[in-house]
């Protein structure tokens, strides 16, 4: 199963402290709306979002439909595929996009450590 691309989401007290260390790191902002509390920054292959007030804890986040790079895919698994492949899997999940829906969405679910993943499609 494919998940997409894949990113922690860091909840972070303070944006612009957190976009200054990780810049020290190495990573170069890509993506985000600073006024909004979110960046996304990435380092070669890794990519990392800070977001602020946004989350109460970490996130694994993956993208289906996306490359590491945040390109458009040709072909991927819709989050509704994947909403039944992990359901008949038996898991969990705690936010369900709707299956008779297309396009962009989102599933949550949780490892046994509670740890929040996210799938979320943006295509």
Known sequence: ???GSFSVSLTVEDLEASRAFYAKLGFVEVHGEESQGWLILRNDQCTI???QGMFDKNILTFNPGWNQEG???G??????ELQK???AEG?????????SGSGPDSLTLV???DNPILIDQHV
């Open 111 to 113: 490892d046994p450590d």
């Open 49 to 51: 979002g800070l977001f």
């Open 71 to 73: 390109e458009t895919l």
């Open 91 to 99: 898991l969990t999940l705690i936010k369900e996009p709707d299956e």
């Open 75 to 80: 072909e991927f698994a819709d989050i509704r």
């Open 1 to 3: 199963m494919e998940l």
């Open 85 to 87: 492949h992990l359901k």
